[in-house]
């Protein structure tokens, strides 16, 4: 593209010269490229709920978003929080630019915080599982009847919540004991530190082959929408739509495969009304609103 001089300089004056210089070479800019984002200079945070330890978190969402790169031309930073409660005050704060949280998380955080939902995992129900040690005797709730059972925090939706609110519709007396993160519930069955915990089936699936041996599903929970990929309010809608276009067109078997998805579809808002029906209080929830937010760990 010519841009025309319209600025006489005289040649003697290499100050103006050189001022003029910069401001056509900044018209030129603008009449290229207006006043749409350079991709190669923006760089947003991707939030991912810490289900499971930052490293594994890490190795199985990085391609994802190298992939999102690839199609959309921004950064990402993959982003996670120490536990659970971290990643709620994290949420809160506002501090990551897209994430993926559960759908409890997205109900409250929409409300509190403006996330704005735009996919979900396609074909997909989120259920709540409790498991015990394959070798106990306990395949039935019943059983639970006082016992201590593991979850990973107040607020995990799958693996807690309802759970929780399905043990209690039961009749069914126990001490919950929260311990961080899925893979810790798992572990703690395991090793026998507890008679049985909760997870939902993805974290489960995605476990070593070797521990996922010693344990067994004794109970599945209703199913409801799964867990929300969604934007901060300060990102522009056009880098939101961009970002959700990438991610449901993403084929990439490897990716998908590690992540234990077959795909993404688009969402919105409503999508999460199963989840709000259910009138969920902070008190029984426990979910955490402000702390000692690390909200970066990667």
């Known amino acids: 593209m010519t841009i025309p001089s319209i600025?006489?300089?005289?040649?003697?004056?290499?100050?103006?010269?050189?001022?003029?210089?910069?401001?056509?070479?900044?018209g030129a800019a603008f009449l290229l490229f207006g006043n749409q984002p350079v991709h190669s200079e923006t760089v947003y945070t991707f939030g991912v709920v810490?289900?499971?330890?930052?490293?594994?978190?890490?190795?199985?969402?990085?391609?994802?978003?190298e992939e999102l790169e690839k199609s959309t031309g921004y950064k990402f930073q993959f982003a996670t929080a120490k536990d659970i409660p971290t990643f709620e005050a994290c949420l809160n704060a506002k501090a990551y630019d897209f994430a993926y949280m559960n759908p409890y998380h997205?109900?409250?955080?929409?409300?509190?915080?403006?996330?704005?939902?735009?996919?979900?995992?396609?074909?997909?129900?989120?259920?709540?599982?409790?498991?015990?040690?394959?070798?106990?005797?306990?395949?039935?709730?019943?059983?639970?009847?006082?016992a201590k059972v593991a979850f990973p925090s107040p607020a995990a939706f799958g693996?807690?919540?309802v759970?929780?609110?399905?043990?209690?519709?039961?009749?069914?007396?126990?001490?919950?004991?929260?311990?961080?993160?899925h893979d810790s519930v798992y572990r703690s069955v395991a090793l026998g530190l507890f008679p049985a915990g909760g997870g939902v089936g993805r974290t489960f699936d995605n476990i070593p082959d070797e521990l996922r041996a010693?344990?067994?599903?004794?109970?599945?929970?209703?199913?409801?929408?799964?867990?929300a990929f969604a934007a901060s309010a300060e990102v522009h809608a056009d880098d939101r739509n961009a970002v959700a276009a990438a991610l449901i067109g993403m084929t990439e078997e490897n990716i998908l495969k590690s992540l234990g998805?077959?795909?993404?579809?688009?969402?919105?808002?409503?999508?999460?009304?199963?989840?709000?029906?259910?009138?969920?209080?902070?008190?029984?929830?426990?979910?955490?609103s402000a702390g000692e937010e690390k909200c970066h760990s990667s």
Do not use: C
Not at 50 to 65: D, E, K, N, T
Not at 107 to 119: D, M, P, S
Not at 214 to 227: A, G, N
Not at 266 to 272: F, G, L, R
């Open 261 to 288: 998805m077959t795909g993404f579809v688009s969402a919105s808002n409503d999508n999460w009304d199963d989840v709000r029906s259910l009138n969920l209080s902070v008190g029984q929830t426990e979910i955490v």
């Open 159 to 161: 693996a807690s919540v």
């Open 7 to 26: 600025l006489h300089v005289p040649q003697n004056n290499s100050r103006l010269s050189a001022l003029s210089a910069l401001l056509l070479q900044s």
């Open 163 to 181: 759970p929780r609110a399905e043990l209690t519709s039961k009749n069914i007396s126990f001490e919950p004991s929260y311990v961080k993160s």
């Open 106 to 146: 997205y109900t409250v955080f929409h409300e509190r915080a403006g996330y704005q939902a735009f996919a979900h995992q396609a074909d997909k129900k989120l259920k709540g599982i409790l498991v015990a040690r394959t070798d106990s005797n306990i395949d039935d709730l019943n059983q639970l009847q006082h």
């Open 50 to 65: 810490p289900q499971q330890s930052a490293s594994r978190l890490a190795q199985v969402w990085i391609p994802l978003l």
């Open 214 to 227: 010693q344990l067994k599903v004794i109970y599945k929970t209703d199913d409801y929408t799964p867990h």
